[in-house]
Structure formats: C-alpha cells, structure tokens
C-alpha cells in the first residue's frame, strides 16, 4: 500500500472520530433527554386510560323528566330512605330551566324545596342521601330557621338538634347539550 493511500486513511479515520468525540456528549443528553420524556408521555398515557376507566365505571346520569313529578317522585324516596315522613315537604317549587343561548354548551336547571317541622340531624341525613342519590342535582343555597312553636320548650326539655326548624333547599343541575333535560 502506498504511504500517500495510508495517510488518506489515517486522516480520514483520524477525522471521523474527532467529528464523534466532538457529538458524542450532546448524542447522550439528547439521549437522557428523550428517555425523560418518554417516561413523562407514558405517564400521561397512564393517566388518560385511568380518567376513561373511572369515566366507564361512573354511573350514568338519570334523565329528568321534563316535569317536576319525576323530581318529587325522587325527593319522596330520599326522603323515606332517610326516615323522614313525606309530610316535611311542605313545597317544591318546579324544575325551571333558564333559556339557552344559541352555542351554550350546559344550561343550569333549578328547583327549590321547603322541608318542615324537621331537625339537624334529619337535614343532614337527608342532604347525604340526595347527594348521594342524585349527584347531577347539587344543593345550591340551604336556609334554614326555628319554626314557630305554639308553647316553649320545657326547662330541660329537647334543645338544639331537637328543635323543629324548617329548611328551604334550592337545588342546581347543570345540563349538558346531548344529555336529557
């Protein structure tokens, strides 16, 4: 071999692998960095097939009616579930649904109710069944105020959550385009 054809050689191999000491060290950062990256998409994938399987094992809404039948007919069986006579729900006004504007994406149902001649504790039974009867249907405001006795309470008598008081609840649904009103 000629000593001019080696020297080509050598110059070209001797090029070659400076050129690669040279990249070599950002070829590795890349390296790490997309192996980083990686790790974070399969994370997020992860956490994409969880949010769809807990939105598979969610149980579907019920429909409304259109009427506040349907409503009262549900408020009754909370309100037997929970112990309380049917008699405590001295009013429910009916679903009202506010007008939509052409595009809106939800449109906000409302319905109020007046439970009588009941105590705390039946309140928060009762709040704790709807919630978890009806979770589309959200207790919004609760008022709640000592109804009126004819004569007082006995000295030693009940007191506090033993009190009658009358709650009025109003109720929130929001509804979304495709979902039954």
Known sequence: ??????????ATIIGASTSLLFTAPSMFRAR???NTELTKLHGATDAVRQILAARAAMPSLPADGADSSA???????????CGIPASSL???TPDTTAQAAPGTVAVRRRAGLTLTGIT??????????????EP???????????????TPPAPGGPGGGDLPLRAVISLERLVFQGEAR
């Not at 709040?127 to 009867?133: F, G, K, N, Q, V």
């Not at 589309?136 to 004819?150: F, G, K, L, M, N």
Request: aromatic residues 8%; glycine residues 2%.
């Open 71 to 81: 409503l009262a007919t549900r408020l009754s069986t909370v309100l037997s579930s």
């Open 120 to 133: 705390l504790p039946q309140i928060g039974r009762f709040l704790d069944a709807w919630r978890t009867a």
């Open 32 to 34: 790490v960095t997309a």
């Open 1 to 10: 071999m000629k000593p001019s054809l080696v020297l080509l050689w050598s």
């Open 90 to 92: 001295s009013s429910l």
């Open 136 to 150: 589309a249907w959200v207790a919004a405001s609760i008022d709640v105020t000592p109804e009126h006795q004819r």
